[in-house]
């Protein structure tokens, strides 16, 4: 029996949510922007979509644009906002050195185009200073791009006061919300963001689906050109299944929350504190709170995480690492890496993160198969020049 622990990467379709868009694939084929009955019914559905995708973050149906997923929407906010105040003359962004690669390679892009872009370093805690945010932000800033919650260790940023930043320089403020949603109570009004990105399949939807909220009075220029869907905001025929099922898992994140996290904070806590105490050098990495409650990140010494990874995958249980291969060379995460930690501890670490099907026993399987592994992988490898 295998254990899937790498939730934060993608999660199963919900049962409902599979329903749905079956039934939506087969009866719901029109497209929405027909006037006609099948255009009509099209219509609706992605209307009551909307409105449910609104409800899970505390927003108006008519303030979500939809698209095909956290990156589109990250890009529609970022380079929409940059190329709509660009003729203000404010020609600045600033971000997180642990966004995400969507947020950060789409302020490289602009960076190239002449824009000015400031990139604000976090420390070991992997939270962003308020005081650093501050600094950077300036008369001149047009946009602040920060997370609401890490994908590499789960650490939940301060992002109403970050807002409040960006506001009192007249600057726009986006947060990417994918690794929140679904997760935790989400309320755009209350964070006092202008743009919110969200992704289906990080909360049991489909993947090709996502969404933007926009605050209303927000002006975008898209990057995508075409037709007036989304109000001439996302051109192209909606993908109405998709939508369906992003709207259904809305709903059902939004009904199951209050019990399904803190069932997943003691999960993820219980391994934690098993992996920390039954395996010798080993620490875990980012803040232990305000995090999603799904999620740890365990650096473990003296093993490079690709070989404990398929380790543990031969053994049956599925994480992800704080490393990626590249070319046949290991390089270490750009998030952990920023937060300061050693060379050595960023290519060991793993990352653990919990969903809906896992249970106890998934749990005492982890803590079952980690330790010897790490011990047989310690008597082989070598790494930073120690054995």
């Known amino acids: 029996m295998r254990i899937y622990l790498d939730h934060n990467a ?22 929405a922007s027909s006037v006609h009955h099948f255009g009509q019914q099209a219509k609706a559905a992605l209307d009551e979509a909307r409105t449910s995708v609104g409800a899970l973050i ?10 095909a997923g956290g990156t589109e929407s990250d890009n529609l906010a970022i380079r929409g906002a940059a190329e709509a105040l660009e003729p203000s003359g404010r020609k600045h962004l600033v971000t997180s050195a642990i966004e995400h690669e969507a947020v950060l390679n789409t ?15 976090v420390d070991a805690s992997g939270i962003v200073s308020i005081d650093r945010m501050r600094e950077a932000i300036t008369d001149e800033t047009a946009l602040v791009s920060v997370m609401h919650a890490n994908n590499e260790i789960g650490t939940i940023q301060p992002i109403a006061e970050i807002a409040a930043l960006a506001h009192e ?4 403020f986006h947060t990417d919300a994918v690794q929140s949603a679904g997760k935790i109570p989400i309320d755009v009004k209350a964070l006092g963001v202008d743009m919110l990105t969200i992704a289906g399949h990080k909360f049991y939807g489909p993947k090709g689906s996502g969404a933007l909220w ?30 369906v099922g992003l709207g259904v898992a ?20 219980r391994l934690e504190a098993g992996v920390l105490s039954k395996v010798p050098g080993t620490e875990r990495n980012g803040a232990v709170s305000p995090r999603v409650p799904n999620t740890t990140n365990i650096s473990i010494d003296r ?83 120690r054995k």
């Open 10 to 31: 993608t999660t199963p379709l919900d049962p409902l949510v599979v329903d749905r868009m079956a039934q939506a694939m087969r009866d719901v084929w029109g497209n």
């Open 58 to 67: 505390g927003g108006d149906a008519s303030e979500i644009v939809f698209s």
């Open 107 to 121: 302020m490289k892009s602009l960076a190239r185009r002449g824009w000015r872009v400031t990139t604000v370093p």
């Open 169 to 172: 320089r007249g600057a726009l």
């Open 214 to 243: 926009m605050k209303r009075g927000v002006r975008l220029v898209s990057p995508i050109t075409g037709g007036r869907q989304e109000r001439n905001r996302r051109a192209g025929t909606e993908n109405v299944p998709a939508l």
């Open 250 to 269: 809305a709903e059902v994140a939004l009904k199951k929350m209050a019990t399904e996290a803190p069932r997943l904070s003691a999960l993820r806590d």
């Open 303 to 385: 093993v490079e995480a690709e070989s404990l990874l398929i380790g543990l995958d031969l053994a049956g249980i599925a994480v992800s690492s704080g490393s990626a291969c590249s070319s046949g060379t290991l390089e270490p995460s750009h998030v952990l890496k920023a937060m300061g930690l050693p060379h050595a501890r960023t290519l060991g670490s793993i990352r653990f993160s919990f969903g809906a099907a896992n249970t106890d026993a998934d749990v005492d399987r982890v803590l079952e198969a980690l330790p010897p592994l790490v011990e047989k992988l310690r008597s082989l490898t070598t790494v930073g020049g």
